[in-house]
């Protein structure tokens, strides 16, 4: 009996390029020699992604294909691939082609070394801004300061897991899923492979800096804590500097008697604690916010339509 590997492409509105990618990750797939299933996460596409892809699976007996009922964001199509996902090593690769499917030899070659978690790192953002490229470095910097895992920078999605890296994963209830870090957090061993990643070979980015900064916050307050300790940090120091304000004050006006000037610094410190009040109270509701949301236990994604890879049909009929 052969290893099966999987590959998990999320797809949100990449018709442009669906067909070219699956042609080089088949070659790819090819070249390792193993079986394999390459799954489709169709992730609420609206541009004919769909029809594509029931059209290679069609065509391709290795093809998979997931249609969530909505589009779910990227973290979650990817999940839903983890959970279907059968291989005893998982791949997991934009379809936009900026990661090079060719790569994956690099990562089959580190997972049979006993790597659990083998990723790519880009030493080069080609074709992305400069202001894109400073604020990725420091969100890094600042998430790794905050959180007590360490999670790597310049490191994506594009990655290979082993199985058991895939059911730790997979076994993690939260419905809030920052990827990137919960990756770094199961631990096991864990290999950064550098390469150059590539401009996009057609379509857009479907990150707006909006949705970066959205990105950002999730990384932040799932893990770590520091920002609510924050304001209990921000309240001792106010008031103590309050306190001593306070005594100059006193003093003042023992020694020089009161002159009834007193608005500026009034409302000065009136603005002041008002805002840090404010910030504290934004802070505790963001946290607030995902605790409600994981104690709804909403369930993570819906599934449209389930087209399993035909070949694995085949196989699971003879086994019965
Ligand atoms: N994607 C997705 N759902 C979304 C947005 C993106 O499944 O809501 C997929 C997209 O089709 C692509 C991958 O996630 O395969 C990466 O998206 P994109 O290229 O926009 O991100 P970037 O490469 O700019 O980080
Ligand atoms: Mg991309």
């Not at 999320?10 to 990750?25: D, I, K, Q, W």
Request: charged residues 25%; negative net charge; glycine residues 8%.
């Amino acid at each position: 009996m052969t290893e099966l590997l999987s590959v998990i492409v999320p797809v949100h509105n990449e018709s442009a390029v669906l067909g070219s990618f699956h042609t080089r990750m088949t070659e790819v797939m090819a070249e390792t020699g193993s079986a394999h299933e390459i799954i489709y996460i169709d992730d609420g596409s609206t541009d004919g992604s769909a029809e594509l892809l029931s059209a290679i699976r069609a065509e391709d007996p290795a093809v998979a294909v997931i249609e969530l009922s909505r589009n779910f964001g990227k973290e979650i199509a990817v999940s839903a691939g983890l959970d279907h996902a059968r291989g005893e090593a998982v791949i997991v690769i934009d379809a936009d082609l900026q990661d090079p499917p060719e790569l994956v030899h690099t990562f089959l070659r580190e997972w049979r070394d006993g790597y659990d978690v083998v990723y790519g790192k880009r030493i080069d953002r080609r074709g992305e801004t400069r202001t894109k490229k400073l604020t990725a470095r420091w969100f890094y910097r600042v998430l790794n300061f905050l959180s007590d895992v360490e999670i790597p920078e310049d490191a994506g999605d594009f990655r290979l897991l082993s199985r058991r890296a895939v059911d730790a994963l997979v076994s993690l209830p939260e419905r809030h899923r920052y990827m990137k870090g919960l990756y770094a957090w199961i631990g096991f061993p864990q290999k950064a492979i550098p390469y150059v990643r590539e401009p996009r070979e057609a379509g857009r980015t479907h990150w707006s800096y909006w949705r970066l900064w959205n990105f950002a916050l999730e990384g932040i307050t799932s893990f770590s804590n520091v920002p609510l300790k924050v304001a209990t940090y921000l309240g001792v120091v106010t008031s103590g500097l309050a306190l001593f304000y306070g005594l100059f004050l006193l003093v003042r006006t023992l020694i020089w008697g009161n002159p009834v000037p007193g608005y500026p610094s009034l409302i000065i410190v009136m603005l002041f604690l008002g805002g840090v009040q404010l910030i504290c109270l934004g802070v505790i509701g963001e946290y607030l916010a995902r605790t409600y949301q994981e104690t709804k236990s909403r369930a993570l994604y819906f599934v449209k339509g389930y087209h399993p890879a035909s070949s694995q049909v085949r196989a699971e009929d003879a086994q019965e």
